[in-house]
């Protein structure tokens, strides 16, 4: 479990196929001492350090990681948001973050909003719509956000400059694909409340 909060943003040194999946190797964020097997969100998807190095992080993806994100495009020079699981002792600053990814959005427009951050505009997959509420939690490439003025399938988020500084969004550009989550409160309500029946249904 996560909290969105992002600690680190570092870059992917390599990639190599490995069967149906993908093996990247991250650059070790100062100060980490991570453990096989331990869990880190990687710009939005929860991963298992495969192995460590003084270097890099190793993470094995899966084809059905590689089909839920935009991670099949991930090369050399990327840089990602990387956050390592919380401790039940810790204050929950963000919103609760699985890192199990649910689909894809576009960003489909940036703006200036005039206090040093940026209003983005992000398009989402078809179906992930529903989770979209006013002032309700979402993740995206792993941080922690608002979604304001929902319509259809757009949203809107405003990222602060310390946000900005700190993620991959503050170097992301109109037409980038992230990584979204939406908040699990929503989702457990929508599996455990049946639905109305359709009328003749």
Avoid at 56 to 64: A, R, T
Avoid at 115 to 142: C, F, H, M, P, Q
Avoid at 161 to 190: C, F, H, M, Q, Y
Wanted: include cysteine; charge should be negative; hydrophobic fraction near 40%.
């Amino acid at each position: 479990m996560f909290t969105g909060l992002v600690e680190a943003c570092s870059t992917v040194h390599r990639t190599a196929p490995r069967g149906t999946g993908l093996r990247i190797w991250v650059a070790l964020p100062s100060g980490w001492t991570p453990q096989v097997g331990q869990s880190v969100c990687v710009s939005g998807a929860c991963l298992s350090v495969a192995e460590a190095t003084p270097e890099d992080l190793v993470f094995d993806l899966s084809d059905e990681t590689l089909q839920r994100t935009w991670f099949a495009d991930l090369r050399p020079g990327v840089r990602v948001n990387l956050e390592r699981a919380m401790l039940l002792s810790d204050r929950l600053d963000g919103h609760l973050v699985s890192g199990h990814v649910d689909g894809r959005g576009r960003l489909a427009a940036i703006e200036d909003s005039g206090d040093g951050g940026r209003r983005i505009t992000i398009e989402v997959e078809s179906g992930l719509e529903r989770y979209l509420v006013e002032k309700g939690s979402i993740a995206v490439d792993g941080i922690s956000l608002t979604v304001v003025d929902p319509r259809a399938r757009r949203f809107d988020v405003a990222v602060i400059p310390i946000t900005l500084e700190k993620t991959t969004l503050g170097r992301t550009e109109s037409g980038a694909v992230v990584n979204l989550e939406a908040d699990l409160i929503g989702k457990w309500i929508e599996r455990l409340v049946p639905r109305p029946s359709r009328p003749g249904g």
